[in-house]
């Protein structure tokens, strides 16, 4: 063994002195040995030292001492640099050695020889004075740290020769020849191991340290000690050589043991010498990372310096340090995920990973972390590999909740009730910023005011914010600021607020209004997007909104949305009116004047609109259009000299007052001086002297005064004489050639045609240009390209050239016109993408074809193929074939991706390339083998696609290309993967049918090489089908007929008869049969009298059959093999009974009596005995008897057996039980049954077997009373009655029927009908019900009604049996009753549909009503419409149109909706709602339904509306008192004759004070509208009214106001005031200046009965609003004329501001004239006006 140590130095070599001979032996050959520096040892230190186990505490840092031991060697020993050593001091001074070894034995003495120890001199070279050397039994902890230098081992050590040696060894004892120098019983060399395959190196010594010189007198020979070592060394003389490499790693080589024979070649002594050689290491071995890859996954919130990962473990089979494998971590690739200094190594030589720095999963959510291994090879020659670990980092709880937003806004209404609130900009909602996405609480934490709790909550689960209680009108509050606090529903509970503000808007009773600086808006067509219009002054248009619900102040733009009639205007930010489209024009089909309508509508859901307002938009003209020129025909006029207009050109311009300029601009033929154009009315003229045959082709421009312009052509030919022949071609056919690549209008041909008569010719294509590709000048018959030619689309066309001259003469020619190509199109590559397969190693291999088209002719589609500068590839330039130029290697490139071009023929070719993807396939030159030989399996039969075994071949080859295949065997029942190797069932296996089958599997490259059976490229596969129970018993034996017959005297215990049966599966217990009996198959008896054996089959008889009433039994025998599962076959045997036993006629068992009628009562229970039936003639032998129902029908003969069956009882007679408890009087009252007595046949009496019972069910009272509901609101509500009723319904009306049915007969069916104690007391008040009818009735009438009782709600009960209450039966049911108001009632409005049409359809109507408002809708009746005038006065009459009225109720509460109720206006009344209901009515029913409104004039006077789906209630009171109408009749008519006379006598006293009447005209108080005449009049009201012209005293008639004590004027009343509609018709030429008059627009006169109300024009005509206005008759000279009482007069009109004009002859009205009006002074003026 040898110490780790410093080398000693000495001046001289000293000699061994041999005692024994006394002679001088040279000093011994022996490499260099190292004093050991450790402190000599103590006696008795190797007893004192304690074991480091014993001394070793556990703490949380080691828990075991293994750990404990790595860190001290570590520290003490494996540090790579100072560094390290130094970073572990601290722990170096606190760990004690954790093993103490003892000191060596001193090897300079060994043996009986004393030898010295020599140190190496210093004359060796490379040998280094500090060194670290560990040998096989050296712990590295006890060697110093020093570097050690191996070179010496290497060096070329001077060694002692023979020739040097001071001995000679002729005269050396014999004795000490094959000796080992120094007295040792062995040698030892030292040899490092090999570098590659150089295995030069030499043993240290290089000579053996044995006396003697071989071949001189001693002889060496080498032999092994252990078998195989021997082989890497040879012997050389002395020195030991190596033969081969020698690897100490990979042949585990520490050490070899040879044996030297050394033999004395004087005396012929043998000595065996043995010779151990150590193999010292060399770092060749790169550390190797075992159990990779590494993944872990951590928790983010893992603490600095904790634990990541403690398996990283790496092997370096070098020994020493070039084995000590250190660990770090190195830079990745920079990355966020690079874990380079997140992650470190605290303890290289552990690798053991722990935390540098804080994670965060939200950053990097993975990590990579680079891991090095790396040895401690001495001089820097360190090994190193790298891996990478995967660090996952899950998520942990550290961050809380977020909200989207910092803060959040609503607003709600005051006095409304918002419920959830719509928050902004969206949902209030909060998501944990973890991805473990925890579960949210929300909670409002705070408020602004404090009392919000009292205004809003939040759902806890949902955050959703609602209002819960209103916020008054009167409230100061403007706004809540509320804090919403989210807490995660985890551990830690963390929390996140946010705000919401919630404003507070004013009550929305008001609709917006909207106003505009201006009505009529300016702007240029053409103008962009966002200009601005302009009114006349240049001032923007600009709109404000203002709102009664927040004061007169305009409001901001976004609290309401301006909607445009079009949207080719809108808005900008500053309310201004802009263009919003593009293209704004004026001109045709444009307008030059728009009629704009804008509605400003509150910004949500609900929001109200403000009414219409109306713009005039005036568009202005920009010269954007140029004149148009429309062509001519061709003109002919006669010859001569005189001035003629030829055509008037009449250009058209449609931009606005352009004017246009004509002016020629040629002339053909020089007649430019023949012809003349008038410049501002485009005549064109003939001016001067034109030749009888000429023509002329005159152009003609026409410019406005933009400059633009357009230009016309007129052809004008001179006529000649008389036209009696046609034009004639020079040739029928023309034959021609374009190009299909000719431009438009190029000349192909021209066709010529000269007319005898010297006529001009025109020409035209009569047929063949279908697609107009051609056209011809009408002149010169020249034919030109008018559209693309294709010539692979159309190759030859064919035209028909039609000549025809100024006579109209005609002829035609034909032109074949052929396409030539050009070259158009591109070659084209077919069945692209390109893929490609080609072997490696092959040269000029085809790897595959292109192939491409051109639909070009001749050389245009003559392709050509290459391939630019491709190394690999090459193409043949005409088929289009692509080889390997040289051999591919599929190591270097797997896949080429080859770029072919695609040439025609063309000078100027077109190209086309494609790219081809060639795959480079590996060959295999190994053919795979199999290293079993032979596969055993087991499987089960019939048992599809199941896995029978997996074979496995080797493929040598780098890249393994297996492809597995069944060589021989049974291929239609078996296959194989190709790919892995296993092997299954094509269907199932048949035991039976075969036991074992043999496979030879091989491959498909084995097969491609010749391979064969019975070598390693094949193996078989033997299978041994396991038997299952797969095939069931078949009987083979049964008796004949599958009958029996037996005596029924047969004994007990006798076999009576046999069955068989056999199974066919191959092995047991599959194939072993028993047999049973089937009970549940078999006669009701058959298991009381026979069995059946289970081994053999017998039938066996059980009992005694003459005791049995059967004649006939099944035995069902099942036949079950005993296989798992167990399979069985059945067999039915019918055993017949034969009765030996006679009895004499009529007599034997029977019925004592053949008909029985019974009474049962219904619903009698079940099992219920129903009737015994006495058996006579029963025999005293023990027989055995029962009976059985064979046949019962009910009342209708319906087959009702089941209901009934028969059963012997204790006293051997025949009951008849009821087996189902259906006995129900309602439904069936009668039964007859039947039933027959069994026995053995001969005890039985024929005649007496059978008996009939006829069965009547008695009637119980087990029904109660069920109110019918039969009306078409029932379908929506359930088991209610509804009514509507006026509130003018008189006491005793019929108000409803209910109606009740019950089933029972008799009394027990009479139904009476009360009011329930628990009806409403009050409703109890109103009405009362008939007790047989069920009719309700009103007792009062309805005048005191609180509507807080609304809707009256009946209980009404209906009871059977009267009179007998414990027996009877009750049903409940309610009828709401509603009355009706105005407030309850709707009109739907029909245009076009008069009420008698829609009275038939109300049904109809009621149902589209009721389906689409989802209420209960009932038409009350339909009348003439009722229209508000435009002040929205009530009310005028449309006899064309008709008013609906119809009503609601609610399906919820049974309640009529009225208009104020939400509701009403979401399902009617809405604009949605009404929408799409008046949508619905128009669609289904075909009329116009055109609003819906409220009723507008009050008339529920009548006593009850009608009804659709809810019966209403028809004044019947008077049916029953006819005389009484009668006499009243009377009454009435004798009336109406008195006041008749009296009111013409009236009248005429009336018409004199009237005649006798200033004239006087009462203006109403309201201000008036003019429309401006020169407008559309849509609608003109006028006020018509007749007043008295005369004043004399004695007419006047005395109407006096008590109570207001004035007197009235009787020449005016309110019955004469009517309204007028405007005739613009009017004759009457009135004379009047002002004519506003004409069509001032009155209002209703309204006001007290007796006192009109007027009001001065003071807006119009403020000089006649200070003075009364006086009109003097032409008699009077300009004097006023005052009748008598205009005193009175003027005091009525001082207070009531009334104007009293003084009639004229010439104030006229353009209305007619009312037919009593003035007949008696025809010379007085009209007292009929308009205002």
């Known amino acids: 063994m040898i110490d780790t140590c410093k080398p000693q130095q000495q001046e001289e070599l000293p000699t061994a002195v041999d005692e024994t001979s006394n002679n001088n032996i040279p000093p011994p050959i022996l ?87 020599y140190d190496v001199p210093k004359s060796v070279p490379d040998v280094s004075s500090d060194y670290n050397y560990y040998s096989d039994s050296v712990d590295p902890a006890q060697a110093p740290t020093q570097e050690v230098n191996f070179d010496y081992y290497n060096a070329d050590v001077p060694q002692p020769t023979v020739s040097q040696q001071a001995v000679d060894l002729n005269t050396a004892d014999v004795e000490q020849l094959c ?53 890497y060394f040879v012997l050389d003389g002395n020195q030991l050589r190596l033969s081969q490499p020698l690897d100490r ?12 024979t050394c033999t004395v070649l004087g005396t012929g002594k043998r000595r065996t010498i043995p010779v151990i050689v150590k193999v010292s290491d060399l770092n060749d071995n790169t550390p190797r990372f075992m159990n990779t890859p590494y993944t872990v996954d951590i928790e983010e919130d893992a603490p600095i310096n904790s634990v990541v990962f403690r398996g990283i473990k790496a092997e370096d089979p070098d020994s020493g340090p070039r084995g000590l494998v250190q660990y770090r971590i190195i830079p990745g690739d920079g990355s966020a995920s690079d874990g380079y200094g997140v992650f470190a190594i605290d303890l290289p030589h552990q690798g053991i990973i722990t935390v540098a720095k804080k994670l965060d999963f939200e950053t990097v959510s993975r990590y990579y972390l680079t891991l090095e291994a790396r040895d401690q090879a001495p001089g820097g020659q360190h090994r190193s590999e790298t891996t990478i670990m995967t660090i996952n980092v899950r998520d942990s709880d550290d961050l809380g909740p977020e909200f989207t937003h910092s803060l959040y806004t609503a607003s709600i209404s005051r006095a409304e009730l918002t419920g959830a609130l719509d928050v902004q900009p969206e949902k209030l909602e909060a998501q944990d910023g973890d991805s473990l996405r925890a579960e949210m609480s929300y909670t409002i934490v705070s408020g602004k005011p404090d009392d919000y709790k009292e205004y809003f909550n939040i759902d806890r689960r949902t955050g959703v914010v609602r209002q819960i209680k209103e916020v008054g009108s009167d409230s100061p509050i403007e706004r809540f600021e509320l804090t919403v606090q989210a807490e995660e529903k985890t551990r830690l509970r963390k929390r996140k607020e946010t705000k919401l503000i919630i404003n507070v808007n004013a009550v929305d009773a008001f609709p917006p209004v909207l106003t505009v600086s201006a009505d009529q808006g300016y702007v240029t067509e053409n103008s962009p997007i966002g200009t601005v219009l302009k009114d006349k002054d240049g001032n923007p248009v600009v709109f404000s909104v203002t709102d009664q619900d927040l004061g007169s102040e305009p409001r901001p733009k976004g609290d309401y949305r301006l909607e445009f009639t079009t949207d080719q205007f809108s808005t900008n930010s500053d309310s201004e009116l802009i263009v919003n489209l593009p293209n704004l024009d004026r001109d045709p089909p444009g307008q030059p004047m728009l009629m704009l309508q804008v509605v400003a509508r509150e910004v949500k859901n609900t929001g109200k609109s403000s009414n219409p307002l109306t713009l005039r938009i005036n568009i202005r003209d920009e010269n954007d259009n140029p004149p148009f020129l429309p062509s001519f025909p061709p003109f002919t006029i006669p010859p001569g000299d005189g001035r003629r207009i030829i055509v008037n050109l009449n250009a058209t311009d449609v931009d606005e007052n352009d004017s246009v300029k004509y002016k020629i601009t040629d002339v053909s033929n020089g007649g430019k001086r023949a012809f003349y154009v008038n410049p501002n009315t485009g005549d064109l003229e003939v001016i001067g002297a034109v030749e009888a045959g000429e023509s002329y082709r005159i152009t003609v421009t026409a410019k406005d005064s933009a400059e633009a312009q357009s230009e016309t052509t007129i052809d004008v030919h001179i006529s000649q004489g008389p036209n009696l022949r046609p034009p004639r071609f020079e040739q029928a056919v023309y034959d021609a050639q374009v190009s299909e690549g000719a431009s438009r209008y190029t000349t192909i041909a021209r066709v010529l045609a000269v007319d005898p008569e010297s006529s001009s010719v025109t020409y035209s294509i009569l047929s063949g240009n279908a697609q107009g590709h051609f056209s011809i000048e009408e002149s010169s018959g020249v034919i030109r390209v008018n559209a693309t030619l294709d010539r692979e689309d159309t190759r030859r066309y064919t035209l028909v050239i039609l000549a025809e001259d100024e006579g109209g003469m005609t002829s035609t020619a034909t032109v074949n016109i052929i396409v030539t190509d050009i070259n158009d199109e591109n070659p084209i590559f077919q069945n692209t993408p390109y893929n490609f397969r080609v072997k490696e190693g092959e040269v000029g291999a085809m790897v595959g074809k292109v192939f491409a088209e051109d639909k070009d002719t001749k050389e245009n589609a003559n392709i050509s193929y290459s391939i630019d500068d491709n190394k690999l590839f090459e193409i043949d330039p005409y088929s289009g074939e692509i080889r390997t130029k040289t051999a591919l290697d599929f190591e270097t490139g797997q896949v080429h991706y080859v770029a072919i071009t695609a040439r025609d023929g063309a000078k100027e070719p077109r190209i086309a390339t494609a790219t081809a993807t060639v795959l480079v396939q590996d060959i295999s030159d190994e053919v795979p083998y199999f290293p079993e030989s032979q596969y055993d399996a087991v499987v089960p039969e019939n048992i599809k696609d199941f896995l029978v075994v997996k074979v496995t071949a080797l493929d040598k080859d780098t890249v393994s290309m297996i492809n597995y295949r069944i060589m021989s065997g049974a291929l239609e029942e078996f296959r194989i993967d190709p790919l892995s190797g296993e092997i299954f069932t094509i269907k199932g296996l048949d035991y039976e049918r075969r036991k074992v089958h043999e496979l030879v599997i091989g491959t498909e490259q084995g097969m491609l090489h010749g391979s064969e059976e019975g070598n390693t490229t094949t193996t078989l596969v033997k299978i041994m089908v396991q038997d299952v129970n797969d095939m069931a018993p078949e009987f083979t034996s049964v008796p004949t007929g599958n009958t029996l017959y037996v005596r029924n005297d047969a004994k007990i215990h006798d076999i009576v008869g046999k069955v068989q049966a056999a199974d066919n599966d191959g092995t047991e217990p599959g194939n072993l049969v028993r047999y049973s009996l089937d009970v549940e198959s078999s006669s009701p008896s058959a298991e009381t009298y026979f069995r059946v054996d289970t081994q053999t089959g017998d039938i066996i008889l059980l009992g005694d059959l003459s005791n049995e009433v059967y004649e006939e039994y099944k035995l069902s025998i099942k036949a079950m093999d005993q296989g798992t599962p167990s399979l069985s076959a059945n067999v039915d045997i019918i055993v017949r009974v034969e009765q030996v036993v006679t009895l004499p006629p009529n007599t034997g068992v029977g019925f004592n009596q053949l008909t029985y009628q019974i009474q049962v009562m219904e619903n009698t229970p079940q099992e219920a005995v129903l009737k015994t039936l006495p058996l006579v003639d029963i025999p005293e032998k023990n027989i055995r008897i029962s009976c059985s129902v064979t046949s019962a029908r009910d009342k209708n003969g319906k087959d009702v057996s089941i209901l009934f069956r028969g059963e012997m009882n204790e006293a051997n007679q025949c009951n008849l039980i009821l087996a189902r408890s259906v006995l129900d009087y309602e439904s069936m009252p009668e039964y007859r049954v039947k039933i027959r007595v069994n026995t053995l046949t001969a005890f039985i009496n024929p005649k007496r077997a059978e008996a009939e019972i006829k069965l009547q069910v008695v009637d119980k009272n087990d029904n109660s009373p069920t109110f019918i509901y039969n009306n078409s609101y029932n379908t929506i509500i359930k088991d209610k009655y509804l009514k509507v009723l006026s509130l003018n319904t008189k006491p005793g009306s019929e108000v409803l029927q209910v109606m009740a049915k019950d089933s029972d007969s008799g009394n027990f069916g009479t139904v009476s009908f009360e009011l329930a104690t628990d009806s409403d007391p009050v409703a109890r008040q109103y009405f009362k019900v008939d007790a047989e009818s069920g009719i309700v009735r009103t007792t009062k009438d309805f005048s005191d009604v609180d509507p ?42 029909l245009k076009g549909t008069k009420p008698n049409e829609v009275k038939s359809r109300f049904d109809e109507l009621g149902k589209i009503l009721s389906d689409q408002s989802e209420m209960i809708v009932n038409i009350d009746r339909a009348v003439e419409a009722q229209v508000r005038d435009d ?47 008046k949508y619905i009515v128009t669609g289904d029913l075909h009329v116009q339904a055109s609003d819906i409104h409220e009723v507008y004039v009050e008339d529920t006077s009548r006593d009850d509306p009608t009804a659709t789906s809810v019966k209403t209630l028809y004044n019947s009171q008077y049916s029953g008192y006819p005389a009484v109408l009668i006499a009243i009749g009377c009454i009435v008519f004798a009336s109406s004759i008195i006041a008749i006379t009296y009111i013409l006598i009236l009248y005429k006293r009336y018409q004199k004070a009237k005649d006798s009447t200033e004239q006087m005209i009462v203006v109403p108080r309201y201000e008036p509208v003019f429309v401006e005449p020169n407008m559309k009049l849509y609608e003109t009201q006028v006020l018509q009214m007749s007043v008295n012209m005369d004043e004399p005293e004695d007419l006047r008639i005395d109407f006096k106001n008590r109570s207001a004590n004035r007197y009235v004027d009787p020449g005016f009343n309110l019955d004469n005031v009517s309204y007028i509609t405007h005739d613009t018709t009017s004759t009457s030429g009135s004379p009047v200046q002002d004519t506003s008059l004409s069509t001032f627009r009155a209002a209703t006169v309204s006001g007290r009965p007796g006192r009109p109300i007027s009001r001065s024009q003071s807006s119009h005509r403020p000089n006649q609003a200070s003075q009364p206005l006086r009109l003097t008759p032409p008699h009077s000279n300009g004097a006023a004329h005052h009748p008598p009482g205009a005193a009175a007069a003027a005091v009525f009109s001082a207070e009531e501001q009334n104007l009293i004009f003084h009639g004229r002859s010439d104030f006229n009205t353009s209305t007619p004239k009312r037919s009593h009006s003035f007949k008696a002074m025809p010379q007085n003026p009209d007292a009929t006006t308009q205002l």
């Open 179 to 231: 000796h080992v120098v120094g007295g040792d019983s062995n040698v030892v060399l030292d040899i490092d191991e090999s570098v590659g395959n150089d295995f030069s190196q030499s043993t240290t010594p290089k000579q053996l340290p044995i006396y003697g010189v071989p071949g001189s007198n001693i002889q060496l020979e080498l032999v092994a000690a252990e078998s195989g070592q021997a082989q």
């Open 1431 to 1477: 002040n929205g006065t009530c009310c005028l009459q449309s006899k064309q149109d008709t008013d609906v009225w119809f009503y609601a109720i609610d399906p919820a509460t049974q309640t009529l909706l009225a208009l104020n109720e939400s509701m009403t206006v979401e399902k009617i009344t809405g604009k949605q709602a009404s929408t799409s209901l």
């Open 31 to 117: 490499p260099p040995t190292f004093i050991s520096q450790q402190p000599e040892p103590q006696d008795g230190e190797f007893e004192s030292q304690p074991s480091p186990q014993d001394t070793f505490t556990p703490d949380a840092e080691y828990p075991n001492y293994e750990d404990y031991a790595d860190d001290y060697n570590y520290i003490n020993n494996g540090a790579a640099n100072t560094a390290d050593v130094n970073s572990d001091k601290e722990r170096q001074n606190a760990l004690p050695p954790p093993n103490a070894f003892p000191p060596q034995p001193d090897l300079s003495t060994v043996g009986d020889v004393d030898y010295q120890i």
């Open 249 to 260: 790693d990979a042949d585990d080589l520490s050490s070899l043991v040879l044996q030297v």
């Open 1348 to 1389: 807080k009782d609304l809707p009256f709600k009946l209980v009404i009960n209906a009871r059977d049996n009267p009179g007998d209450i414990e027996n009877s039966k009750m049903d409940k049911t309610e009828a709401v009753i509603n009355l009706l108001q105005k407030q309850n009632l709707f009109v739907i409005v």
